[in-house]
């Protein structure tokens, strides 16, 4: 009975030397924007987002230049988490590539999709919403996250989520 009463009698403190150690672990994921991407990766991101939205055909005249959102980031990554890249949402792209694809492969397989983008009638031939949403004129804000994923093999979920000011 004793050793049953020292381990209950233990437990509060080891309670709060964990609510501790957690909050610290929450506080850095938030500084670190939540979602494992490094600088450099965001800044890859959006340079190779912003690349595309300069090259779009007819050109926009009012195409915004992307900024990285670490709020959309978080929610991005909440998505990619959950390993299903197939679900899709208002503002949302997401994709599903080999452990091994570089980063920006993913916005560069959404803009290959524009070949089945119609711009005169605004119509996608087949499914080409992930161009539409990268390229939106109006989007200012673009957030990301990235995940590796372990179902019926090895493979990497990338979600993008876009916003405005």
């Known amino acids: 009975m004793s050793s049953v009463y020292l381990y209950l009698h233990a437990t509060p403190h080891h309670i709060i030397i964990m609510i501790c150690a957690l909050s610290l672990v929450l506080v850095l994921a938030v500084l670190q924007g939540g979602n494992g991407l490094t600088d450099d990766e965001k800044s890859q991101i959006v340079a190779r987002h912003n690349q595309y939205r300069t090259n779009v055909q007819p ?41 091994d694809t570089n980063l920006v492969s993913f916005v560069d397989w959404w803009n290959i999709a524009k070949r089945a983008y119609n711009f005169e009638d ?19 804000l673009v957030g990301c996250g990235m995940t590796q994923c372990e179902r019926e093999f090895a493979y990497k979920v990338f979600v993008c989520m876009y916003g405005t000011r």
């Open 59 to 99: 050109r926009a005249a009012n195409m915004l230049a992307l900024r990285w959102n670490d709020e959309l980031a978080n929610t991005a990554q909440s998505r990619a988490n959950r390993c299903e890249w197939r679900v899709w949402g208002k503002g949302m792209s997401a994709s599903r590539g080999l452990v």
């Open 122 to 140: 605004n119509t996608c031939a087949e499914n080409c919403y992930s161009y539409t949403r990268m390229v939106r004129a109006t989007t200012s």
